[in-house]
């Protein structure tokens, strides 16, 4: 593959990805010209139009939006292998991206291991970022995501740090107002609060079970779920560490316990970057300091 097929693949990434060869010719620092020309060279080459141009849009063609996520995968992990390469025997340094879950669990527990890695570690620059959304690690640039629930990709690599015990639980002012709750079933009679989960599924071994939100609150954060859940909005479905104290102390009641779920918390990086030294490094920091920042804050809790 010769320096024109190169250059003309660096030149279709950047126009496929800032969506015009304007854009991409301020990106890029390229002229325009030189851009249109080296994409068009690289179709000739493949026998393929990869892009749909008018005087007033641009679009991907079919091929076009494969060709782009196959090609910008081989370059992240160009690049990924070129900065491993220069730092393969160099004191740890460079940035990492994180992206975590928030509320308690990002707050008070990740954040606060990020911050000694980052005092242990000064020349690492850590970029912590919170959303509950699920992020794209291939397309938004993430070194390293911290999620709870299923590996959505099995091609990326993934690392367990804790599993978490959900807990179904409402104030007692609210369960007096109902019979028993025996079934998950019959949690449709109850209004509920619901963060980013608003199907919420139930199983044993014998049965499964789904209730969609119907009625009620709904706010994408732990720790407004929890107070609404203490002043009696509805049923809220949250892992032990928010609600631990507050079925302990009785501000609320666990309702059907035998259908407590458990989830994984786990660290999820894409390939190319695990192969980075400081990203491992994290990743083992993480690892080992977890558990006892997770129980302190459990203790602190109470």
Same mark, same amino acid.
């Given at each position: 593959m010769n320096k024109i097929y190169w250059n003309g693949i660096r030149s279709f990434l950047a126009v496929a990805k800032h969506g015009s060869f304007s854009a991409a010719a301020e990106a890029t620092g390229l002229s325009k010209a030189s851009l249109s020309q080296q994409v068009s060279h690289l179709e000739q080459l493949l026998n393929v139009q990869l892009l749909y141009r008018t005087t007033r849009s641009l679009r991907l063609s079919e091929v076009g939006v494969q060709y782009y996520e196959m090609c910008k995968q081989g370059f992240d992990q160009l690049?990924? %292998?070129?900065?491993?390469? !220069? *730092?393969?025997?160099?004191?740890? !340094?460079?940035?990492?991206?994180?992206?975590?879950?928030?509320?308690?669990?990002?707050? #008070?527990?990740?954040?606060?291991?990020?911050?000694?890695?980052? =005092?242990?570690?000064?020349?690492?620059?850590?970029? @912590?970022?919170?959303?509950? =959304? /699920?992020? #794209? $690690?291939?397309? #938004?640039?993430? #070194?390293?995501?911290? =999620?709870?629930?299923? $590996?959505?990709?099995?091609?990326?690599? %993934? /690392?367990?740090? *804790?599993?978490?015990?959900? *807990?179904?639980? %409402?104030?007692?002012? @609210?369960? *007096?107002?109902?019979?028993?709750? @025996?079934?998950?079933?019959?949690?449709? !009679?109850l209004p509920m609060i619901c963060g980013s989960v608003t199907e919420w599924e139930f199983s044993t071994q014998n049965e499964q079970y789904k209730i969609n939100f119907k009625q009620g609150f709904k706010i994408p954060n732990g720790r407004v779920m929890l107070q609404a859940a203490q002043a009696g909005l509805g049923v809220a479905r949250l892992p032990d560490i928010y609600v631990q104290t507050a079925m302990n102390n009785g501000d609320l009641i666990e309702i059907l316990p035998d259908w407590a779920q458990s989830t994984t918390l786990s660290l999820i990086c894409p390939p190319s970057r695990y192969q980075l030294q400081r990203i491992k490094t994290l990743m083992d920091w993480l690892a080992t300091h977890f558990q006892e920042q997770y129980d302190q804050v459990l203790l602190d809790k109470r």
């Open positions: 690049d990924a %292998a070129q900065e491993w390469a !220069q *730092h393969t025997n160099q004191e740890l !340094q460079g940035a990492i991206k994180v992206n975590s879950v928030g509320g308690i669990i990002g707050e #008070d527990v990740i954040a606060p291991l990020l911050i000694g890695f980052q =005092r242990e570690y000064p020349q690492i620059n850590v970029e @912590l970022d919170f959303s509950s =959304r /699920r992020v #794209d $690690l291939i397309n #938004d640039k993430y #070194d390293l995501v911290i =999620r709870m629930g299923d $590996l959505p990709d099995s091609s990326l690599i %993934a /690392r367990k740090l *804790h599993t978490l015990t959900t *807990h179904y639980v %409402a104030s007692p002012s @609210l369960m *007096h107002k109902y019979p028993p709750i @025996l079934h998950p079933q019959e949690l449709n !009679q």
